[in-house]
């Protein structure tokens, strides 16, 4: 009986710490497009991805801050980071970038992640610039159609 | 030629291997001796030809054959000769072939060292290996055949990803698989049993040092991903709980709750239907793990419905092993016989609340790995499951686990005395609580989490130190297996004190430095010396040169690389690090930003090396206690455990 008692308990215990922790750690990810459609979170942490644009990563005069956009072709965010890039951060290349938005409509990136081979792209960015392409083909291929 | 005599071996180890999984269960269930006697010569068959596969591709890879499709895919010409060697396995289709070069290893050596089994057992056994063998066979030659041929041959390859050059690729692979693949021997022994209806006592002393051994290889090759990580990826953390690591510790976790039921299956005789089905839940997850790695569903789950061939056929190889096993596993294990009783004061109660603290975190990072994919799938959103998820799950659930195991080994079998382990343990106690309180102190700054993670590390050394205590004075002697686990506890105790003191007192900083400027960081400062163009075999790089000084006086000369490969060329981070017992400095470059200048960051890692050196005594305590003499012995005598009780009643070792 006691045992069947601590194990129920210990399920519970267990749920409870699962559903706290999904609560307040799970990051959504968001597509340029839709950050520009408002649907971003103002004070949360969330994820945001796509292309970094050719030619728009700037580098600040602490020498460590960068800005870059972030593009899905469609629409775009600029990002501000201070640090250091990974490895295979490269404009024209995917990238995913984690933190919040700012009344100013930067993101201010916590962490910028791009994956360990140049071929890859991270499945985000890849979904978000996807995404983008087969709306903007929807559109073309019906002009006169409004939303 | 020589790939083409890899593919044909290939071939016939699978011809074998479907003899060596039908005919000796024929044989077993129609008592026919010829069939049975198959088995044997079947595994060590299979092994021949799996080995001599594994060897064309490595050969391959060494002459730098470009006309093999993966050659030309992982290697070049500029490759370091221990890099072809390990390219071998850096590709999907080499790495399954790794996985049936471990499996056929791990028959090979089932084969050789259970002389003492019965024939029958031994038959099955091999027999349910083999078809485990078939399921890989069949995988790699019809979806990943390793031997495709390029025609024309490229003139050179495409290189081996410049992250997988390092002595980490030669080592860390096959350990890991040699432990994922190794959960098969305490499978294939599980399911032999569930069909003999034979589970008791013997059983489990069979299978233990086998669970036992396949545990070890998974800790130490689990512990050399962490380390490969810390000083390769230039970011200085040692675990990611990424899927790719949560899939190999998913098995480790409840690989570690089966070695504790087993030990109380072969003492007492009780939990069988409970060990039976951690061996079945212990290899699904291996093979889980497998899927997740190799079905590209962790990449994206759209590629994997783009080109689902590879992913379903594991899928369902999964579902009919995990299906399969659970049936038989519902239709016999009521049959099987309740073990001994014992009180809720007890080793037994003990051990099996550990274990379900085990199962349960392990639920908890099967749940974290998945959702994200099941979402995805869904089409429901893309979210990510990180480490804060993790951790705030994970170590309330480990952290009474660690309670138990301090206490654990100073119960008694069957019915313990709780005034006597109190008494015994109230010392302990007070001095555990004592430095655990004051210890951080030391390092300047307090905090509750560090003390109770202290608590935790210093309870269960000092609960392995009590009972190492105890029965030195009782005389009773100290078996190999009883100092294995003290030594696997107190390398749990280390490792704690090292992520607990990692995770309170790390320190990092991103600084831009020009040549000789200066920047301070925990008690050091260091002098960034300028860069020099250096080359290697097949990169070139930036070289740094960072003085690390303490009080004035010279304590490091650090020389972090920015490297680009020549054929990938991607850059990569080479960090360099000064190891110390009690802090590791660790410095990477960033990028050049102009005038000389670049960026660099330097981390402090306190006590980071006591996270890989409690590994290192958890996987040799391990093997201390799977070279106990008794497996040795335990054949001859065939005694079992109701024989055995009085005198392992107090002296047992788990």
Redesign the interface.
């Known amino acids: 009986m006691i045992a069947i008692a601590a194990g129920v308990t210990l399920i519970a215990v267990a749920a409870a710490l699962v559903l706290n922790a999904f609560q307040g750690n799970v990051v959504f990810f968001f597509s340029p497009s839709q950050v520009a459609a408002k649907e971003a979170p103002l004070d949360r942490t969330f994820r945001v991805g796509g292309m970094v644009e050719k030619g728009s990563l700037k580098r600040r005069a602490d020498g460590l801050t960068v800005e870059f956009i972030v593009t899905d072709t469609a629409r775009s965010i600029p990002v501000v980071y201070t640090g250091i890039l990974p490895d295979l951060f490269k404009e024209g290349k995917g990238v995913v970038a984690q933190g919040k938005l700012a009344p100013d409509g930067a993101f201010h990136a916590s962490e910028v992640l791009a994956k360990h081979d140049e071929n890859y792209m991270p499945p985000e960015a890849a979904h978000a610039l996807s995404k983008a392409e087969a709306e903007k083909t929807a559109k073309s291929v019906r002009p006169g159609a409004t939303r | 030629m020589i790939p083409e005599l890899g593919h044909f071996a290939l071939i016939v180890a699978l011809a074998i291997a479907l003899v060596q999984g039908t005919l000796p269960f024929l044989g077993a269930a129609k008592k026919i001796p010829g069939l049975v006697a198959v088995a044997r010569p079947a595994a060590q068959g299979q092994f021949v030809f799996v080995a001599i596969a594994f060897g064309c591709l490595a050969w391959a890879f060494y002459s730098n054959d470009f006309s093999v499709l993966n050659v030309a895919t992982n290697s070049n010409s500029r490759l370091p000769a221990p890099y072809r060697i390990a390219a071998t396995w850096g590709s999907h289709e080499g790495s399954l072939l790794l996985w049936v070069m471990m499996l056929s290893l791990w028959m090979l050596a089932v084969s050789v060292f259970s002389r003492s089994l019965p024939q029958e057992m031994l038959a099955r056994i091999l027999g349910v290996m083999g078809l485990i063998a078939v399921g890989f066979l069949s995988f790699m030659l019809f979806t990943s055949n390793p031997f495709e041929r390029l025609l024309p041959a490229a003139a050179d390859g495409r290189d081996l990803?410049p992250?997988l050059q390092d002595p980490g690729m030669v080592f860390h692979p096959p350990m890991l698989y040699m432990g994922y693949v190794g959960f098969s021997v305490a499978f294939a022994f599980a399911i032999a049993a569930l069909i003999d209806g034979r589970l008791d006592a013997t059983w489990a002393r069979w299978s233990r040092p086998w669970t036992t051994a396949a545990w070890v290889f998974l800790t130490i090759g689990i512990a050399l991903g962490s380390f490969w990580a810390y000083y390769e990826l230039?970011w200085g953390g040692w675990w990611f709980w990424d899927p790719v690591e949560n899939a190999s510790f998913m098995p480790w976790l409840i690989g570690t709750a089966l070695i504790h039921s087993l030990a109380v299956t072969e003492k007492r005789g009780a939990f069988k239907s409970w060990t039976v089905l951690l061996a079945i839940v212990a290899f699904s997850l291996s093979l889980l793990g497998t899927f997740l790695v190799r079905s590209g569903v962790l990449?994206?789950v759209?590629a994997f419905a783009t080109d689902p061939k590879r992913g379903v056929f594991i899928l369902g190889f999964l579902a009919l092993v995990v299906g399969g096993s659970l049936a038989l596993y519902a239709w016999r294990a009521s049959k099987v016989s309740p073990g001994g009783m014992f009180e809720?004061l007890s080793r037994e109660?003990m051990l099996?609340?550990n274990s379900?603290?085990l199962i349960?975190a392990c639920?908890?990072v099967l749940?974290g790995t998945l959702?994200p994919l099941f979402l995805d799938a869904l089409g429901m959103?893309?979210?990510?499951?990180?480490p804060?998820?993790f951790e705030?799950?994970f170590a309330?659930?480990m952290a009474p686990a660690i309670l138990l195991a301090g206490i654990g080994p100073l119960v008694a079998w069957r019915k313990g005395d709780g005034t006597e382990v109190l008494r015994r343990l109230r010392w302990t106690a007070i001095i555990v609580l004592a430095a655990a309180l004051f210890v951080p102190l030391l390092f300047g700054r307090w905090a509750l989490l560090t003390s109770f993670g202290l608590l935790l590390a210093f309870w269960i050394l000092g609960g392995a130190l009590t009972a190492l205590i105890v029965r030195l004075r009782s005389r009773t002697g100290i078996t190999s297996a009883f100092a294995g686990m003290l030594l696997a506890h107190a390398g749990i105790g280390v490792f704690v004190i090292g992520v607990t003191l990692v995770k309170s007192y790390e320190t990092e900083r991103?600084?831009?430095m020009q040549p000789g400027d200066t920047a301070g960081l925990g008690g050091y400062s260091f002098r960034f010396d300028g860069v020099r163009e250096v080359s290697g075999p097949n990169y070139a790089a930036a070289r740094g040169t960072i003085t690390v000084l303490r009080d004035g006086q010279t304590v490091a000369q650090l020389a972090p690389e920015k490297r680009v490969y020549l054929v990938?060329?991607?850059?990569?981070?080479e960090a360099a690090i000064d190891a110390g017992i009690s802090r590791d400095v660790y410095v990477?470059l960033?990028?050049a930003?102009g005038n000389d200048?670049w960026?660099v960051?330097v981390h402090i890692k306190p006590f980071i090396r006591w996270i890989w050196i409690g590994c290192l005594m958890m996987a040799f305590g391990g093997v201390l206690a799977a070279s106990d003499r008794r497996y040795r012995i335990a054949a001859r005598r065939q005694d079992d455990a109701s024989g055995a009780d009085a005198s392992v009643m107090r002296s047992g070792a788990a």
Do not use: C, F, W
Request: proline share 7%.
């Open positions: 990803n992250l230039g990449t994206s759209h809720l109660s099996l609340a379900v603290l349960v639920a908890a749940l959702y959103g893309k979210i990510s499951v990180g804060p998820y705030s799950v309330p659930l991103d600084i831009r990938q060329r991607n850059p990569m981070t990477a960033g990028e930003v200048a960026t960051r």
